[in-house]
């Protein structure tokens, strides 16, 4: 009787000696998986960083450009010496009443923002197109000239619709169409041109 009992105890220590194991061999399969994780998000965070800092090494040889004095290529269109070109504001975008857009180092007599190069006018004219579209429901070319600008409506209208292939009142994807139509707006409104460079920029600039 007393070895029987003895033989049960035996059992039950050597079961849960068992038991211990499997959940000592579960318990290090768990934390093999989670490091597993934990090192798979530090190499996407390492890439998300990569990319990141190579965004800004683009964006500081870009605006090293644009301090040497050549960062838009001029053309013979318009007159040389605008006060879109003297202001570094190719899109005539208007200085906010009551703060600076990025890059803005004053205003003109006619409330335009003046800027430290015309990348930033870029950026600052990126953001009212944006708004147009996104905040006030602005999705034809017709909407954004007769908001935008304070004159020459029908001109600037039939310029667009010409170079974008849009009817004046046909609504278009304002934000995937965005590069050309900053292309051609400052085409109209400065007779300068934008380089692709400086076009891709906008991706950068715009989510400062």
């Given at each position: 009787?007393?070895?029987?009992?003895?033989?049960?105890?035996?059992?039950?220590?050597?079961?849960?000696?068992?038991?211990?194991?499997?959940?000592g061999?579960?318990?290090?399969?768990?934390?093999?998986?989670?490091l597993?994780?934990?090192?798979?998000e530090?190499?996407?965070?390492?890439?998300?960083?990569r990319?990141?800092?190579?965004?800004?090494?683009?964006?500081?040889?870009?605006?090293k450009?644009?301090?040497?004095?050549?960062?838009?290529?001029?053309?013979?269109?318009?007159?040389?010496?605008?006060l879109?070109?003297k202001?570094?504001?190719?899109?005539?975008?208007k200085?906010?009443?009551d703060?600076?857009?990025?890059?803005?180092?004053?205003?003109?007599?006619?409330?335009?923002?003046v800027?430290?190069?015309?990348?930033?006018?870029l950026?600052?004219?990126?953001?009212?197109?944006?708004?147009?579209?996104?905040?006030?429901?602005?999705k034809?070319?017709r909407?954004?000239?007769?908001?935008?600008?304070?004159?020459n409506?029908?001109?600037?209208?039939?310029?667009?619709?010409?170079?974008?292939?849009?009817?004046?009142?046909?609504?278009?994807?304002?934000?995937?169409?965005?590069?050309?139509?900053?292309?051609?707006m400052?085409?109209?409104?400065?007779?300068?041109?934008?380089?692709?460079?400086?076009?891709?920029?906008?991706?950068?600039?715009?989510?400062?």
């Amino acid at each position: 009787m007393r070895s029987a009992s003895i033989g049960i105890w035996a059992g039950i220590v050597m079961f849960s000696s068992l038991a211990v194991a499997c959940g000592g061999m579960y318990v290090a399969s768990k934390a093999a998986g989670l490091l597993q994780e934990r090192q798979a998000e530090c190499l996407e965070l390492r890439e998300k960083l990569r990319r990141s800092d190579a965004e800004v090494d683009l964006l500081r040889t870009m605006l090293k450009e644009a301090q040497a004095k050549a960062p838009v290529q001029r053309q013979s269109v318009g007159a040389d010496g605008t006060l879109s070109r003297k202001a570094g504001n190719y899109l005539n975008v208007k200085a906010p009443s009551d703060t600076y857009w990025l890059g803005q180092c004053g205003r003109d007599s006619h409330g335009h923002a003046v800027f430290k190069s015309p990348e930033w006018s870029l950026r600052a004219g990126t953001l009212v197109l944006r708004s147009y579209y996104q905040r006030h429901n602005i999705k034809t070319v017709r909407g954004i000239v007769e908001r935008f600008s304070t004159n020459n409506h029908a001109e600037y209208t039939k310029y667009l619709c010409d170079r974008l292939k849009l009817d004046p009142d046909e609504e278009f994807n304002v934000m995937r169409r965005m590069p050309e139509l900053v292309r051609h707006m400052v085409r109209f409104e400065s007779g300068s041109d934008v380089r692709p460079a400086h076009i891709h920029m906008l991706d950068v600039l715009s989510s400062i």
